[in-house]
């Protein structure tokens, strides 16, 4: 039995006047947001350029992921740092091949069908552990709202619409959560969960929040249960990890261990300040229902042993706590270098299951007097509806014929046109425009950094002028540009390309006209020596 079911708000018609306008409020509200998120999807799959810097790089990997250069080498150039496990690249290179539809588009689209599963996986949990015995009225308002939330999230908002591994892995995750709440009551339903979890860990190998939740409780409430699941894990996961590694020669574990290098700066710890004070009413509410089923169970079970009789329902309870504090936890990882509002995704999946409890249950006597209590269960619907309007929308310009575009279908052109590699931070103008992408800058300063990969070459490369030109997101001395290049390869660019331009938002460095003239030059006197009779003898 839940919260829920053992407290009992004393209604009057008035009461459940102001609560229905309020819920009818929230619901037209999120009800909007979500119209607005599709809206924003349907537009960026149709958007032909890039929307995040990351883009490129997975389009990239995906095209390369069942050739031998997937976790391939990178002491050669070009050199390609396979970041993630394979399952999204996978994916989206196997999709738009079948259906011959746009790789970029298909990528998107993969990622926000991802979002709207989740949703639905999220809504799910968070209507598992109402009261069976009670109204449907209680789950259905549960999982809604629940499911409705997430689309008003700035993170999901802002990263479910592009071409990354993040929504896939967390909507894998998710189903197998689903997946082992159901086991609680159907053990054979486990197996499905280990395969869920060890496909999400697959597709980002950081996703696991919600297999350490299920069984961390399990272990505690169903022993045998969480063995099997984690025996399953085991051995599905461990056979992929070999097969990985032979297919790549070890190539995935160094790419995914070993490569996959981040710098701290503690200073992103803010990051997390600002994403709880952006969604205030919904975090408040979520810590305040996170208290009161963590102080509920406390009062039932004093003992981790007692927690071995506890109901299906209480466990359920348990494990979506502990999915809250892992996810929670996991927020310390944006610390790393190059991170940025993927890392707090899950942990806006896991708010709304608790912001949704707290919609559904009614205020506890605590709360106050009778009246008061009414009166906060048809505020926190309206704060929630408050919450959700005022939040900051996406910040794409998605407009195809918009200055911007158009910029870039100009620097597209020239690429397709240029005679040399050209070196791009917008690593999906490079691929739109016909070329590879040759080397990613910022996981490569990021090992030349610590030792592991040797920039010289690379830089010796820059200042031959091997490269027509190159695209960049600043000059030196901007910190993000600064982040994004060692002092060597920045100085390699000023040397060799030292005419800047400013085009689509980006610094277009390329050579003197002079430089050209001379390049050309020698150029026509290495072909008139090469074609000049040689005597014998000499």
């Avoid at 990354?164 to 054979?188: K, N, T």
């Avoid at 390699?492 to 980006?506: I, T």
């Amino acid at each position: 039995m839940t919260i829920a079911a053992q407290i009992e708000l004393p209604s009057s018609e008035g009461h459940n006047l102001a609560r229905k306008v309020a819920l009818g409020l929230l619901f037209v509200t999120l009800l909007y947001r979500a119209a607005e998120f599709a809206a924003t999807g349907f537009g960026a799959i149709h958007f032909p350029w890039g929307l995040d810097y990351g883009e490129g790089i997975v389009w990239q990997q995906a095209r390369l992921i069942f050739t031998d250069r997937a976790y391939g080498a990178i002491d050669q150039f070009p050199a390609i740092v396979f970041h993630y496990t394979p399952l999204y690249h996978a994916v989206a290179w196997q999709v738009p091949a079948t259906l011959g539809t746009d790789e970029l588009a298909t990528g998107r689209a993969i990622s926000l069908l991802s979002a709207l599963v989740a949703a639905i996986a999220t809504g799910t949990i968070a209507a598992m552990p109402v009261d069976r015995r009670g109204r449907n009225a209680g789950r259905w308002l549960a999982g809604s709202v629940a499911g409705l939330l997430v689309f008003s999230f700035v993170p999901v908002i802002n990263w479910s619409p592009l071409m990354r591994v993040d929504m896939l892995a967390i909507a894998l995750s998710l189903l197998g959560l689903v997946a082992a709440l159901r086991a609680i009551e159907r053990p054979r339903m486990m197996l499905l969960a280990s395969l869920l979890f060890v496909a999400a860990i697959y597709t980002k190998q950081t996703t696991i929040a919600g297999p350490a939740a299920a069984f961390a409780v399990l272990l505690v409430t169903r022993p045998k249960l969480a063995l099997h699941g984690i025996a399953a894990c085991t051995a599905i996961g461990l056979a992929a990890l070999i097969a990985l590694n032979w297919l790549t020669d070890g190539g995935f574990y160094r790419h995914v261990f070993l490569y996959n290098v981040n710098r701290v700066e503690p200073s992103r710890l803010l990051w997390i300040v600002y994403a709880a004070a952006a969604h205030a009413i919904y975090v408040s509410l979520a810590a305040w229902m996170v208290a009161r089923h963590t102080g509920d169970l406390r009062a039932r079970y004093h003992t981790v042993r007692a927690l071995r009789t506890a109901g299906s329902g209480d466990v359920k309870r348990l494990i979506a706590l502990a999915y809250f504090a892992v996810a929670s936890v996991m927020l310390l990882m944006v610390v790393k270098s190059g991170s940025s509002i993927n890392y707090f995704l899950e942990w806006c999946f896991a708010i709304a299951i608790f912001v949704a409890a707290g919609v559904h249950e009614p205020p506890p006597a605590s709360a106050g007097t009778v009246k008061a209590r009414r009166v906060l269960a048809a505020c926190i619907p309206l704060g929630l509806a408050l919450q959700a309007f005022i939040t900051t929308g996406h910040d794409f310009d998605l407009d195809p014929d918009g200055r911007r575009a158009r910029e870039l279908g100009q620097l597209s052109r020239e690429i397709a046109a240029a005679d040399k590699p050209v070196l791009s931070e917008d690593m999906v103008l490079l691929l739109r425009s016909g070329q590879d992408v040759l080397w990613e800058p910022a996981i490569f300063a990021e090992l030349a950094s610590t030792g592991a990969w040797d920039e010289r070459p690379f830089v010796q490369r820059v200042r031959d002028r091997n490269f027509a030109f190159v695209i960049a997101s600043g000059v030196r001395g901007e910190p993000r540009f600064d982040q994004g290049y060692n002092p060597a390869v920045a100085a390699a660019f000023d040397a060799a390309y030292p005419a800047k331009k400013r085009l689509a938002r980006y610094i277009i460095y390329r050579t003197l006209p002079r430089q050209e003239s001379a390049e050309a030059s020698a150029g026509d006197q290495a072909s008139e020596k090469a074609s000049a009779p040689v005597a014998l003898g000499q």
